[in-house]
């Protein structure tokens, strides 16, 4: 399985990216896709993540400012961040592995993802 992010950049307070995440080579049944952030001398932290049937989870400092989505027929993750602030500085990496559907749950651990980009920056600046 190979991931691959791109569209990280510098903004201003305030402003918004988009970020995509292409993933090739899977070929099981469901999928479960997550953005990690991992700032400057701090550990890496889930931001989003969702399923393959579009169950999706947020990490609190993210929510209502960005929205995690899919395009199942491109096998591409999006994460729209709006409302951008200066804490939100950090490498983003998109992971994704396969995973058993249980509704009402989407994994956000580190350990529940194999397969990992190689990250994006997204610099926010005052």
């Known amino acids: 399985v190979h991931v691959a992010e791109s569209g990280g950049g510098a903004v201003q307070v305030g402003g918004s990216l988009r970020l995509s995440c292409a993933i090739s080579?899977?070929?099981?049944?469901?999928?479960?896709m997550a953005w990690f952030r991992q700032a400057p001398g701090k550990e890496r932290e889930g931001v989003a993540a969702?399923?393959?049937?579009?169950?999706?989870s947020y990490a609190d400092t993210v929510k209502g400012r960005f929205t995690i989505s899919q395009d199942n027929a491109k096998n591409t993750l999006f994460l729209q961040m709006n409302s951008l602030k200066p804490e939100d500085t950090a490498l983003y990496y998109c992971?994704?592995?396969?995973?058993?559907?249980?509704?009402?749950?989407?994994?956000?651990?580190?350990?529940?993802?194999?397969?990992w980009g190689q990250g994006t920056q997204v610099t926010v600046s005052s």
């Open positions: 080579g899977y070929t099981g049944s469901s999928l479960c």
């Open positions: 969702m399923t393959t049937d579009d169950l999706t």
């Open positions: 992971a994704a592995d396969g995973c058993q559907l249980v509704a009402g749950w989407v994994p956000f651990g580190e350990a529940d993802y194999n397969y």
